[in-house]
């Protein structure tokens, strides 16, 4: 597609239900992130993966989130038994590159998923 | 104490002023910097990346990289109206894939 694709947009979740965020990268993208953004905050690092290979999940906050990327496109990040700190809008984002040395890997960022756990 | 920081403003600054953003960073190991714009609600959009010491210019936008004091800047000559949003400083490391460290942001208005 034209850009980083998200769904839902906006998501209101009771505390203790799962939820699934989908991200739909650009077409041809290797690399996918996703990222957390609370209020006031920077994005923060989740996860990544190349292809369908998920190389670093050291950002993920609790065994509750789980990400996968089965074909190498779409992906989907899912919270189990959501709290309310995991109230906050999850970025993905994607790149063309894989693997690169200059460390100038531009990203892509999608609109975001809203999610707000009451 | 966070890798990457910025002043959370909000800086205010007159239209057609030169409005300075900066960022410092403490890990030495990074290599490439990059600003960000986020509008409120919406997602980050590149304005620029710098991995070498100097400046680097880009129409209106110049960011200045210095390395030995691990600091990077953003300067918005002219500014507009429009170019209130929050401005985001990441940071990356060499070889890899290169996940973006970022800073909480620094809130910019300009006001007519």
């Known amino acids: 597609g034209a850009g980083v694709s998200q769904s839902p947009r906006y998501k209101v979740a009771k505390r203790g239900q799962d939820v699934a965020l989908r991200c739909d990268p650009i077409?041809?993208?290797?690399?996918l992130f996703w990222y957390q953004q609370a209020l006031g905050q920077g994005p923060e690092f989740l996860t990544y993966?190349?292809?369908?290979?998920?190389?670093?999940k050291s950002g993920l906050p609790s065994d509750r989130f789980f990400a996968e990327r089965p074909e190498g496109s779409v992906s989907t990040l899912k919270i189990q038994r959501t709290q309310k700190e995991d109230s906050a809008v999850y970025l993905c984002?994607?790149?063309?590159?894989?693997?690169?040395?200059?460390?100038?890997?531009?990203?892509?960022f999608g609109a975001g998923s809203r999610l707000t756990v009451l | 104490q966070k890798e990457v920081e910025q002043n959370s403003g909000p800086l205010s600054v007159p239209e057609g002023a030169i409005a300075s953003l900066n960022c410092t960073y403490s890990?030495?190991?990074?290599?490439?910097f990059f600003w960000y714009r986020q509008y409120s609600g919406k997602s980050p959009e590149l304005i620029m990346f710098?991995?070498?010491?100097g400046d680097k210019e880009d129409g209106r936008f110049t960011a200045q990289l210095n390395k030995a004091s691990q600091y990077v800047s953003l300067l918005i000559r002219d500014s507009q109206p429009s170019d209130s949003a929050t401005y985001l400083c990441?940071?990356?490391f060499g070889g890899g894939y290169n996940k973006l460290i970022f800073g909480a942001g620094t809130r910019l208005a300009v006001h007519p």
């Open positions: 984002a994607s790149s063309i590159q894989g693997l690169t040395l200059s460390g100038a890997n531009v990203l892509t």
């Open positions: 993966f190349q292809n369908e290979a998920q190389l670093d």
């Open positions: 710098i991995y070498s010491n």
């Open positions: 077409s041809g993208h290797v690399s």
């Open positions: 990441a940071m990356s």
């Open positions: 890990d030495r190991g990074s290599q490439s």
